[in-house]
């Protein structure tokens, strides 16, 4: 991950890697070799890694370049320790799945060689470039190494018990989600009939989310009414707890957190809603498979700080326009179909 985002940077200031490698002050071998991933960005020292990004900076690179290769090296890293342990089991404490709660930006880097999808933050640096003879358009796994880095998942979401283990399962099993394996798909169903049958207590996050997780992978598979089933059962705190993770995931919530317990402690005023707003007003088409729960999150949010409407009266457009999207579809629940209408009304208020 961290060599290909090194050559999308060189490649948005219009550098080719003979002009970098002299900005640099190394040989073009050397940068080709960081590109390529045959000399890890990881293993470099702190002092070279802050010089390779400042030199990039200097160059017309985003300030914000420096924070994309720091999860890109954490997304090598968590790649690189499931290929390798494949099947076999790594203890919690030498996971790096284990370390902290994952936002969407990392989430995104691991999972692109898998989707092929290139992580939004990473867009304003892709500027269409002439390539000369064949080049990757992404990065990739092998077969073997996919097929080893989900089997290491599913090791961890069998073997992973008790709270000391959450968040190295909760997050296994969210990656595992993107396993197209039949044996993987079965797994998950059954993770999420384990995990239905016991009520969501207010105080217990762990549980919240382990549904969530499956919920949401299965949802993703067509299973659409295991994610209505997971959103009717939160009650107000946990409704607090989604507020939080969503805010933490799109990066609102800026303090790093090494377990989920923040969830349900975090003051949901601590911050904005602005951001998580734009979100999920771009995720509630009704053909989106995970539409139950964005639209649930986006009205609890509305419904717990209208001024939202009010404050940032050019959110209202874009939001009026999926909302109306909504009403004129007849393929929803009556729940959702409440749910929309009630924005409706809170955009009406909001306009006046």
Known sequence: MAGFVLKLARQSVGATQDRFAEAA????TTVQGWES???PLAA???RDFLRLRTTLTRLGAPASIGRHLHEAVEADVVLAAAVDAGPAWLAPAQHPLAANVHRRSLTNLITWPITGILPEQLRPLAAPTRRRGPSASRPE???DERTRFFDHLLTLADRAAGPDHA???RQAVYLLSFDQRPASVDWLRGEWARASRQSIRADDVNRLLETRSASVALAGRGDGDVLR???AAMSETPDVANLNYWAYWIGELREDHVDDAFMLHADPRSWGGMHLLEHLTRRVAPSSPHLPLNLHTLFTLI???PSLLTDWP???PPLAEAVEVGLSTDELTRTERDQFAGLHYALRIADR
């Not at 002050?25 to 073009?28: E, K, L, M, R, S």
């Open 25 to 28: 002050g190394v040989d073009v």
């Open 37 to 39: 991933g045959r000399r």
């Open 44 to 46: 470099m020292q702190t």
């Open 141 to 143: 796994l092998y077969p």
């Open 167 to 169: 968040l190295l399962r």
């Open 229 to 231: 089933d997971f959103t």
């Open 303 to 305: 419904a717990s700080r």
């Open 314 to 316: 050019n959110l209202r």
